[in-house]
């Protein structure tokens, strides 16, 4: 709590939805935030106005690197993505603008979890029409110091100290203006940490061409008995990006592990007929969790870690999550003989060949393949598990959905580590490995969008006959044997503009009541000036 002057007022905020004893109260989209304020002055207070608000704030921080001091320091980054204000009733304020010292006023408020953010949060160039749509969705709570799971258990969302999304809510007493900078002084500030995962839908898979450094679908590697040996064959790995890791909606009783499945397809392609396939060894699967962050918008969607290295405005963060180790040394290989048809493909694996259409999709031919060999098929099912919270552990991992905000990205990309024995030699073939693009989604909170449905069913409609801008045209001519003559009709150029009697909902005001106002009480925001949503940058 900030307090200025000689006032002292005592605020708190308390929550009624069913989350007041929790240390950490979180939320998806749609849910219900309610609650109220109460203000306890110890003094007699002059206050004329309280601002309750849920707010949402993204920081971040670049280290520049340099050999001379001239050239070190930090550049920074800040964007308010979310600011939603509590109207406060003006019979709920004292008649006298003053508050009695030991009594408690009481201010409710209530908020819901918006689905997306307004246009005016991003308004910076881009280069790909699609970013504005992923950088107006509501961004994970990440990397806030002051957040956790439980009393106890610090919350390690694998995020650096470079990037933090935090949302609170926050309570402000207004008493007059400094005579020198005209602003509001503040002489209470008291706010409430809450968690928010949005809902987040699962997407569909990228489509990588091979020239990123950051995904790798397809391996080839030649196997030799030894180093000075001669060539045994090929032996070719590839997969696709796999379905989604759904998290459970947060507060949700006796979730479900989290997992999903993807393919692992295996060719060999021999160097003689009769060279055998190798024997398999261990598959090891491992989690990239990458974040990244910038002082300055991102202008495209993250793909290339390398862009974001020795970069004095963005940086990179990247953290390893082991999944899983097992022996594949049973898989059985399939010969095939020239003669075989191969399963067909579909126009997707037709139109980019690095992304298979099945599991039972026969990988390509390699690049020594001669035509009319025999070769050997292989299909590994890898489960994919998100690691638990395990009772005692400190160090739980908390994943978060995958997303994209105009200072902070979060993605995933999955890790195959597959070894080999080639036949007739002592020696282990170097692993090979796959990079796989993975999304981690959120499932959404089946109360809440129930509790909004029927909200819209009730919601009372007002039905009017058309406005006469809309019924009084020009007179079509009469028909006809062989109809209207719809050529004869002139333009009459009453379609231009919008009816008078029609101006369209009010800005400003949700359904649920929450009043989207701009800071200090002012009013609604002109949707037409799209400026005060950009990103503040600031170097010190």
Not at 36 to 41: C, D, G, H, N, R
Not at 272 to 278: D, K, L, M, R
Not at 512 to 528: A, C, I, K, N, R
Request: glycine fraction near 6%.
């Amino acid at each position: 709590m900030v307090y200025r002057g000689k006032d002292r007022s005592l605020v708190n905020i308390t929550l009624t939805d069913g989350q007041q004893d929790a240390f950490l109260p979180s939320y998806t989209t749609l849910d219900e935030i309610k609650g109220y304020v109460t203000v306890t002055p110890q003094v007699e207070t002059k206050i004329d106005n309280i601002y309750i608000t849920f707010e949402g704030v993204v920081k971040t921080y670049v280290e520049r690197v340099g050999t001379a001091s001239a050239t070190m320091g930090r550049t920074e980054g800040f964007s308010q993505t979310l600011r939603l204000v509590q109207p406060i009733q003006e019979t709920a304020m004292p008649e006298s603008g003053k508050v009695d010292p030991g009594k408690t006023y009481t201010f409710p408020f209530e908020f819901a979890v918006p689905t997306e953010l307004l246009p005016r949060s991003c308004t910076h160039p881009v280069d790909n029409d699609a970013i504005h749509p992923a950088h107006l969705q509501l961004p994970p709570t990440l990397g806030d110091p002051l957040t956790a799971v439980c009393g106890k258990t610090m919350m390690n969302d694998m995020a650096p100290d470079m990037s933090i999304v935090s949302y609170e809510i926050r309570a402000r007493l207004i008493s007059g203006r400094d005579e020198k900078t005209g602003k509001h002084i503040t002489i209470a500030d008291e706010y409430k940490k809450v968690r928010v995962i949005p809902a987040v839908p699962e997407h569909p898979p990228l489509a990588v061409d091979g020239k990123q450094d950051d995904y790798r679908l397809r391996k080839e590697k030649s196997l030799k008995k030894g180093t000075f040996q001669k060539k045994l064959g090929t032996l070719v790995m590839e997969s696709a990006q796999p379905r989604s890791l759904r998290l459970p909606p947060p507060r949700a009783e006796n979730p479900c592990p989290v997992t999903t499945m993807a393919t692992l397809r295996l060719r060999f392609d021999p160097a003689s007929p009769e060279t055998q396939p190798p024997r398999l060894g261990s598959l090891v699967t491992k989690l990239k969790v990458a974040t990244f962050f910038a002082s300055k918008p991102m202008r495209d969607i993250p793909c290339r870690s390398i862009d974001f290295h020795y970069s004095s405005d963005r940086g990179i963060y990247v953290e390893t999550v082991p999944l899983s180790s097992r022996c594949v040394a049973s898989v059985a290989w399939v010969k095939h003989t020239a003669t075989d048809t191969p399963p067909s493909q579909d126009s997707t694996a037709a139109e980019f060949p690095l992304v298979p259409s099945s599991s039972t999709t026969t990988p390509a031919p390699s690049e020594s393949y001669k035509d009319g060999q025999d070769y050997y098929t292989a299909h590994i099912v890898v489960p994919i598990t998100l690691p638990g919270n395990v009772k005692g552990n400190t160090n739980h991992k908390v994943f978060v959905p995958t997303f994209h905000n105009c200072l902070v990205s979060r993605v995933y990309a999955l890790d195959l580590s597959l070894s080999c024995h080639t036949p007739g030699a002592s020696v282990t073939v170097p692993e090979m490995h796959l990079k796989l693009p993975i999304q981690i989604s959120s499932k959404p909170n089946a109360d809440a969008i129930a509790r909004r449905e029927a909200a819209e069913s009730l919601h009372a409609r007002n039905i009017a006959p058309p406005s006469p801008a809309y019924t009084e045209h020009a007179p079509l001519p009469e028909a006809g044997p062989s109809g209207p003559d719809y050529a004869e009709t002139p333009p009459t150029g009453e379609h231009q503009g919008s009816s008078p009697d029609y101006p369209g909902p009010p800005i400003g005001t949700g359904e649920s009541g929450d009043v989207f106002e701009g800071p200090q009480g002012l009013p609604p925001p002109d949707y037409t000036i799209q400026t005060s949503g950009r990103p503040n940058v600031s170097s010190p």
